[in-house]
Each structure stands twice: as structure tokens, then as C-alpha cells.
């Protein structure tokens, strides 16, 4: 498969504290690849090395054949962060409508772009009130709208199912099977076993270490469990004692 997006032996420390530990990763094009691991394991630090916010001590990341931090490259991503960039005072519509200038949608396209993907989280009836107003779901929801108005060709999300509730939910995870069969990427974080379910392919962190990669079907074969959550708990132990040995 063409690899979209390369980790390789990324380390990263804060105040002298190792917060990443040579972490590798491939995301490829067709692929949704889930980032799982508990609070503070270092996953938005591996997204926030990725987009070329932070910059690894060791190692490289590159997009589409390109080192990071890089315009061009950025302008083909699509990027939902944790913590929601929205213009308050702006209504919904305008917040689509600036960042698809930004990112150069064509003026043409421009109301359908918003339409679509306002309709993708199922905000087409609020576009008209300020963000002020949203709730924070609804602010989630209007995040994910902006990752996608430009058409990516690959997809960064960060926690994007926090506060969304089970039928919108699977919604949004059909359409993202849907970006990935049309030969997009895709990497999200969570910390919600559903949604590694829905994964192509699982790469489970612990305190800024890689414990175990692989699809969550031949994950849960390799441990002989019949759930996620088993694994991790069986590749946390794993890990635990090859690091006491
Ligand atoms: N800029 C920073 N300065 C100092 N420490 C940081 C910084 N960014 C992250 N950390 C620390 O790195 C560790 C990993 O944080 P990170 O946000 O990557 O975890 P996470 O897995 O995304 O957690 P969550 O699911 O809660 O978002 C935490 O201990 C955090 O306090």
C-alpha cells in the first residue's frame, strides 16, 4: 500500500521527561489507522510531531514524501485538534466558509462543500447560529466539518467522537470508511475501544511507547482475547516485563 504518512524512531522529551520513545508508524493511503492508548500516553504529542507543531528531539516524520513542518503539504491535510479552533462571534457557515478560503476551495464549489459537510455531522440546521451559541458537541461536530471541507487527502483527528452521541456516531464513521475506500488516509486518536474497533489497523500506547500494532482482528488472535481491551491490558503486561528484564 502507498505510505502517506512515515514515523521513524521519533523520540520526544518535555522538561527532560521521555514523552515518545521511538515511535513508528506508516499510515497509508485506503487505511484508517487508530492511535489508542489511555490519557497523558502520548498521543496527541505523536499528531502534534506529525502535522509539524512539534518537532521530534530524534527521528523524522514525512507526508507525502515530504519532511514536516511544510504549506504545501498542510494544505492537503485535514486537521482536528483537541481542543476546538473555532471563531466564537462567527456563525457556523462563516466558520466553513473562512476555512474553505483558506484552503483554497473554489468559489463555485464552495456552498456545496459547506452543505456536504456540515451534513456529514448533521449541523445543516444550525449553520446559521453563532458558535457561541453551540454546544460543545456541537463545536466537536463543526470541527470535523472544517477537517473535511477542502476534500483531504489525508485526515488527522484528534479524539473526534468526544461528545457525540451513538447514531451520529456511526455516521461519521461510515463516512470515513467512505474516505478511506476512495484512497484517502486516515489516523485518529481515541481512548474508546468502539471506535479501535472500527479501525483498519491499531497501534496501542502506553507512557509514549508502541506496545503492539496490528488490525484489531489479528490483534485479538495474537493474544487469544476476544476484545481490544484485553489486548492492551496483555500487551501493557508484555511490555512491562520486557522493560523490567
Ligand atoms: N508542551 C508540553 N510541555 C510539557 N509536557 C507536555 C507537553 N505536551 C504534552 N506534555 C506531556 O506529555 C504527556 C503526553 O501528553 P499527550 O497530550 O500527548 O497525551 P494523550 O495520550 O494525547 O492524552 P489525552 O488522551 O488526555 O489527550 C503528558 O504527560 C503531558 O503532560
Known amino acids: 500500500m502507498d505510505a502517506v504518512v512515515t514515523v521513524t524512531h521519533v523520540d520526544k522529551s518535555f522538561n527532560k521527561k521521555r514523552i515518545l520513545h521511538d515511535v513508528n508508524l506508516t499510515a497509508s493511503a485506503h487505511e484508517i489507522l487508530g492511535l489508542i492508548g489511555p490519557s497523558g500516553a502520548g498521543k496527541t504529542t505523536i499528531i502534534k510531531n506529525i502535522m509539524g507543531m512539534e518537532q521530534p528531539d530524534d527521528g523524522k516524520v514525512t507526508i507525502f514524501g515530504n519532511r514536516m513542518p511544510n504549506r504545501q503539504v498542510l494544505q492537503r491535510i485535514g486537521f482536528?485538534?483537541?481542543d476546538d479552533a473555532l471563531y466564537e462571534s462567527l456563525t457556523g457557515r462563516e466558520n466553513l466558509k473562512f476555512f474553505?478560503?483558506?484552503f483554497?476551495?473554489?468559489k463555485d464549489q464552495l456552498n456545496e462543500r459547506i452543505e456536504y459537510t456540515a451534513g456529514v455531522v448533521n449541523l445543516n440546521q444550525d449553520l446559521g447560529k453563532r458558535v457561541s451559541n453551540y454546544s460543545g458537541g456541537m463545536k466537536r461536530r463543526l470541527s470535523l466539518a472544517i477537517s473535511l471541507?477542502?476534500?483531504?487527502?489525508l485526515l488527522v483527528l484528534d479524539e473526534p467522537t468526544v461528545g457525540i452521541d451513538p447514531?451520529?456516531?456511526r455516521q461519521i464513521w461510515d463516512e470515513l470508511r467512505k474516505y478511506?475506500?476512495?484512497g484517502k488516509s486516515i489516523i485518529i486518536t481515541t481512548h474508546v475501544m468502539e471506535d479501535a474497533a472500527e479501525c483498519d489497523e491499531l497501534l496501542m500506547i502506553r507512557e509514549g511507547h508502541i506496545i503492539t500494532h496490528g488490525s484489531p482482528?489479528?490483534?485479538e488472535k495474537e493474544?487469544?482475547?476476544?476484545n481490544l481491551e484485553q489486548v492492551f491490558l496483555k500487551a501493557g503486561k508484555s511490555n512491562e516485563n520486557s522493560n523490567n528484564n
Open 104 to 106: 483554497g476551495v473554489k
Open 80 to 82: 482536528m485538534a483537541q
Open 217 to 219: 482482528a489479528s490483534l
Open 100 to 102: 474553505a478560503q483558506l
Open 180 to 182: 478511506a475506500k476512495d
Open 223 to 226: 493474544y487469544n482475547v476476544d
Open 149 to 153: 471541507i477542502q476534500d483531504p487527502d
Open 167 to 169: 447514531e451520529l456516531r
